[in-house]
C-alpha cells in the first residue's frame, strides 16, 4: 500500500520535531531532510507493526492539519510494501522434504540449500531482492 501522510514539522532547539497526527507518532530529525526521512521511517515501522499484529493501517487525512505559524506542513510518501522488503529481513526455518538421491547430489556439490531455496521462490515469485 503506497500512501502520503501529513506530518507537522515543529522547530526544536536541535533540529525539528516531527509529529504525523493521524497515526499519533512523533520522531525528530536534525534539520529538515534528516526529518522527513525520520518521518517516512516512523511511519513505515509503525505500519508493519500494525499489520504484523493484524490490524489495518488508516488511510492518511485528506485536509492538512491544523498547525502553528512556526510549524511546516508538508506529506511525507510511504510505500508500506518496499519499506517491510528492505526493512523486514528476518529468517524463518522451513522444513522441506525432497528424494534422498537429490539431497545426496546436492550435499556433493556444495549446494547451499536456503540459497536455491530462495533464487527459485524470487524466480517463481518474480520477486525482486530489495526496493
Not at 9 to 36: F, K
Amino acid at each position: 500500500m503506497k500512501a502520503a501522510y501529513p506530518i507537522i514539522l515543529t522547530p526544536a532547539e536541535n533540529g525539528y520535531v516531527v509529529s504525523v497526527p493521524d497515526l499519533a507518532i512523533n520522531t525528530e530529525g536534525r534539520d529538515l531532510p534528516d526529518a522527513m526521512a525520520m518521518a517516512r521511517d516512523a511511519i513505515g515501522l509503525w505500519g508493519i507493526c500494525e499489520e504484523d499484529a493484524g490490524r489495518a493501517i488508516p488511510a492518511p487525512s485528506c485536509a492538512l492539519p491544523a498547525h502553528q505559524k512556526n510549524e511546516i506542513v508538508t506529506l511525507v510518501d510511504i510505500d508500506f510494501a518496499a519499506y517491510r522488503r528492505a526493512n523486514d529481513l528476518r529468517t524463518v526455518r522451513k522444513n522441506v522434504t525432497l528424494p534422498c538421491w537429490l539431497n545426496d547430489l546436492a550435499e556433493k556439490a556444495g549446494v547451499n540449500f536456503s540459497q536455491v531455496l530462495q533464487e527459485g521462490l524470487k524466480a517463481r515469485l518474480q520477486a525482486a531482492d530489495r526496493p
